[in-house]
């Protein structure tokens, strides 16, 4: 089993949808989470991270699920701006030392 | 915000040419700094993390001895192709997190594309 697993995606929807992504994690004593974005052939940025009462920054809301090992994106009226490969991040300990990636889920509006 | 260069931003060389690469975190300070590689339409994967003043950790399956790291100040760090070959073309991206920072975020930098003829 991965470390960290992602929808494979792509996902192609229209401007305005909502879509949402979900990670799950293998290693129950992982300490803190992020969702990454990745436009192509650029280094990742950060998009948010992720907190166990659930966050909301504007069109995007993030989810943990320690019960179940699962974080979930949640963006609301998609923009064409917002087609990039979204990358669930996961750091498995206090430091920064053992952070692993998802494969990322491609994502793709259209008009 | 932090911000993480990387230079060069892209290496075309021939085969067995060694190929430095910076990092340098530009306004904050960095004890640790990571090494990642991308392959095309793949996840980053880790490489090694840099300890500054220290010798560097390596993942398994990444040789030492063909990936230098040296991480010699709290705001640089280098990764060393030794003898390059063409499945050493990938995609190389270096990130940071804040020392005197309160959380474990990663900035990264802007990564170095690298095509070994």
């Known amino acids: 089993r991965k470390e960290v697993e992602q929808d494979p995606g792509p996902f192609n929807v229209p401007e305005g949808a909502t879509v949402a992504f979900n990670c799950t994690y293998s290693?129950?004593?992982?300490?803190?989470f992020f969702w990454y974005r990745q436009d192509c052939r650029k280094e990742p940025k950060l998009l948010m991270s992720v907190y166990s009462s659930g966050n909301e920054d504007g069109r995007f809301t993030a989810q943990l699920n320690r019960a179940s090992q699962y974080i979930s994106l949640l963006i609301r009226d998609s923009k064409l701006s917002d087609s990039a490969t979204y990358l669930c991040v996961v750091n498995e300990s206090s430091s920064a030392s053992k952070i692993i990636f998802g494969s990322g889920t491609r994502l793709s509006i259209r008009p | 915000g932090a911000v993480v260069s990387q230079h060069p931003s892209r290496v075309i060389c021939k085969s067995g040419t060694s190929v430095k690469i910076e990092c340098r975190s530009l306004d904050f300070q960095a004890t640790t700094m990571f090494w990642y590689r991308q392959f095309p339409k793949q996840s980053l994967m880790l490489m090694a993390t840099?300890?500054?003043?220290?010798?560097?950790?390596?993942e398994q399956g990444v040789e030492k001895d063909k990936f230098l790291i040296n991480h010699a100040s709290l705001t640089l760090s280098t990764l060393t192709v030794t003898s390059a070959h063409p499945e050493d073309s990938s995609f190389y991206i270096c990130?940071?997190?804040?020392?005197?920072?309160?959380?474990?975020?990663?900035?990264f930098g802007p990564g170095t594309r690298l095509t070994v003829l």
């Open positions: 290693n129950s004593a992982s300490q803190s």
């Open positions: 990130s940071a997190t804040d020392s005197g920072g309160a959380s474990d975020t990663q900035y």
């Open positions: 840099s300890n500054e003043g220290s010798k560097a950790t390596y």
